[in-house]
């Protein structure tokens, strides 16, 4: 359930490369901006290419999601393929806008 106060601006998720090293420069934490059963779009300091394979984790805030979503649709670990990448232009810190679909 949904904790007072708490919504998908808290919600930490972690990237990274699948099948990568835990340790190496591929891994990012970045902010969920929304969320569906089929999909997660996130706010992070790095770059994915489209059609990348990516293992995500949501560390907190795992039962917020989009609207027509049930909190148990929502994967808190899964793989993913990156649809789209795109940078942002707010701010000095590279930031991009990211999409991903779970796999089936």
Excluded at 19 to 46: E, K, Q, Y
Excluded at 75 to 102: C, F, H
Aim: with cysteine.
């Amino acid at each position: 359930m949904k904790s007072p106060g708490q919504d998908k601006q808290d919600t930490t998720v972690e990237i990274s490369h699948f099948n990568s090293d835990p340790f190496d420069d591929s891994r990012c934490t970045a902010t969920m901006s929304g969320c569906s059963s089929s999909g997660i779009h996130f706010i992070a300091d790095r770059h994915f290419l489209k059609d990348t394979p990516v293992y995500i984790r949501l560390k907190n805030g795992s039962s917020m999601c989009a609207s027509g979503a049930h909190p148990e649709e929502i994967r808190t670990a899964a793989v993913a393929w990156v649809k789209w990448s795109r940078p942002m232009e707010d701010g000095n810190l590279p930031r991009y806008e990211i999409g991903v679909q779970y796999c089936r």
